[in-house]
T-cell receptor, first 116, second 113 residues
Framework: AQKITQTQPGMFVQEKEAVTLDCTYD???????LFWYKQPSSGEMIFLIY??????QNATEGRYSLNFQKARKSANLVISASQLGDSAMYFC?????????????FGRGTSLIVHP | DAGVTQSPTHLIKTRGQQVTLRCSPK?????VSWYQQALGQGPQFIFQ???????QRGNFPDRFSGHQFPNYSSELNVNALLLGDSALYLC????????????FGQGTRLTVV
């Protein structure tokens, strides 16, 4: 069974510093997708970044980058130049194809607090 | 362009009652998935609807049922509510059965008393 592990329940970072949120996954399927979502206190899950298992380059979206290490089965999110508005829960998710559908499995999340 | 909208935003129900939650997907999306998120946990997949049919289902009892309408909007129904059903219920829309990133609504906070 597929599994997503986020080992950091909480992280603290100083404003303008970079922070890395860890995510490891477990699957025997060679084809999968990895996502990161941000969930502010309002509850909405906001898509941040996507990495496909066959992508050669690490994904980047503005201040977000995904450090994809396939052999280690890790997909860490790097946020550069943290801002106060980055304070939120962050979820890593893996999507596998099942019966024609793509169903994500989410980790338990990491709470990020950005200090001024 | 409206994103994913869910209604209601908050709901309080009594144990044993039934509840219906609603979701309108993002324009252009044809797939709706529902998730249950307990406090301090990641979202748990309930089921996915595509072409008005349930395509995949997570590990949830039959008390949880759903529907998708021709305009792609969807409902989640929960019968015989238990205290443990208290959670944030998230709707996510995507295209082509989830083969793209999913966009989430703000969720419905259900409290069962």
């Amino acid at each position: 069974a597929q599994k997503i592990t986020q080992t950091q329940p909480g992280m603290f970072v100083q404003e303008k510093e970079a922070v890395t949120l860890d995510c490891t996954y477990d699957t025997s399927d060679p084809s999968y997708g990895l996502f990161w979502y941000k969930q502010p206190s309002s509850g909405e899950m906001i898509f941040l970044i996507y990495q496909g298992s066959y992508d050669q380059q690490n994904a980047t979206e503005g201040r977000y980058s995904l450090n994809f290490q396939k052999a280690r089965k890790s997909a860490n999110l790097v946020i550069s130049a943290s801002q106060l508005g980055d304070s939120a829960m962050y979820f890593c998710a893996m999507t596998l194809r099942s019966g024609g559908s793509y169903i994500p499995t989410f980790g338990r999340g990491t709470s990020l607090i950005v200090h001024p | 362009d409206a994103g994913v909208t869910q209604s209601p935003t908050h709901l309080i129900k009594t144990r044993g009652q039934q509840v219906t939650l609603r979701c309108s997907p993002k324009s252009g999306h044809d797939t709706v998935s529902w998730y249950q998120q307990a406090l301090g946990q990641g979202p748990q997949f309930i089921f996915q609807y595509y072409e008005e049919e349930e395509r995949q289902r997570g590990n949830f009892p039959d008390r949880f049922s759903g529907h998708q309408f021709p305009n792609y909007s969807s409902e989640l129904n929960v019968n015989a509510l238990l205290l443990g059903d208290s959670a944030l219920y998230l709707c996510a829309s995507s295209f082509d059965r989830g083969n793209t990133e999913a966009f989430f609504g703000q969720g419905t906070r259900l409290t069962v008393v």
